[in-house]
Structures are given as structure tokens and as C-alpha cells.
């Protein structure tokens, strides 16, 4: 089973787009989503904060700035 995260913060609107986005997707596709904040963690932040909001599936980077809808779909697919 796959799962995805979503590296974002607060007040970032193409973090809010990239949520939706991925709320849609993990729903109809049964795969579970976690939302990080990168301000929790010094690492989290120096390393995206440039790059957010980020996805990652199963921990590894899988777009940046914004989630493709069927990019996606097809990368949980596989």
C-alpha cells in the first residue's frame, strides 16, 4: 500500500491547491495522506522551503511546487 505526504506550511496557497488535489486522489484511490508542516523541523525547512509544497510517495520526492492530478493517479497506480 502506498502513502503519500504532502510537505507544506501554513498560509501557502499552492499548498492549499496541492491538498485538495491529493485529498481527492488518495480518497478515490484508497491510499492514505499525511500532511507535514516543514516548519516543524529545522532539516524539513532548509531542505523544502524553496520547493513547497511538496509530495512524496512512500517517502521518496514525487513533485514539487504542484501535484499533477494524473501524474499522480498514475504513480499510485503503478
Known amino acids: ?4 505526504t ?3 506550511k501554513p498560509g501557502c496557497h499552492l499548498c492549499d491547491d ?3 488535489i491529493i485529498a481527492r486522489v488518495a480518497q ?7 500532511e ?8 524539513l525547512t532548509e531542505k523544502y ?4 509544497p511538496v509530495t512524496l510517495i512512500d ?9 499533477s ?4 493517479r498514475a504513480a499510485l497506480s503503478a
Open 36 to 43: 507535514v508542516d516543514i516548519n516543524s523541523s529545522p532539516e
Open 28 to 34: 478515490d484511490m484508497g491510499v492514505p495522506w499525511e
Open 18 to 20: 496541492a491538498r485538495a
Open 69 to 72: 492530478e494524473p501524474r499522480l
Open 59 to 67: 517517502g521518496v520526492q514525487h513533485d514539487f511546487w504542484k501535484v
Open 1 to 4: 500500500m502506498h502513502r503519500i
Open 6 to 8: 504532502l510537505l507544506g
Open 49 to 52: 522551503w524553496e520547493m513547497i
